[in-house]
């Protein structure tokens, strides 16, 4: 399948569509059906301690599997969650951006499946484990 949206475009399309979240991530690299996106991690994700918080980290899985969706099948801002497991793993590094390594497992007409694993940059191991499924509007 051909990347339709590359990270210029779709970080245009998050800012236009979603500027609640504008500066909050980066994409680092798209592919075919696979994305890398980067939280900008600020003083709002942090939790006490200084780690990013469980709802910053669901963020970033659900932001990631969304543009990876997008990046595939063009613009289409009604793609939705209908689904999300998260496991949370081990401790982020305290005050450290997190990254995304997301991949589609499955892109069709109505759904798409996508699991992500979520890193403190400078680790190794993965701070969190995601899959996710969106529904695809009709076109």
Known sequence: MTVKMTAEELMEFLDGEF???????????VGDSRIRVRLLVAER???PGGTV????IFALADVSVYL????????QGLAVTTSCSLDFMRKPAA???LIA??????LGRV??????????????????????TYSIPPK
Do not use: W, Y
């Not at 500027?19 to 690299?29: K, S």
């Not at 918080?53 to 910053?56: L, M, R, Y």
């Not at 992500?116 to 191991?125: E, N, P, R, Y």
């Open 19 to 29: 500027p609640q979240v504008n500066g909050e991530f980066a994409i680092e690299e």
């Open 101 to 106: 390594e997301c991949r589609l497992l499955k």
């Open 68 to 75: 990876a969706v997008l990046a595939m099948i063009g613009p």
């Open 95 to 97: 005050r450290t951006d």
């Open 53 to 56: 918080s469980g709802p910053s």
């Open 45 to 47: 994700h942090l939790r």
């Open 111 to 132: 759904l798409a499946v996508g699991e992500v694993l979520v890193f403190s940059d400078g680790m190794q191991a993965p701070v969190a484990r995601a899959s996710l």
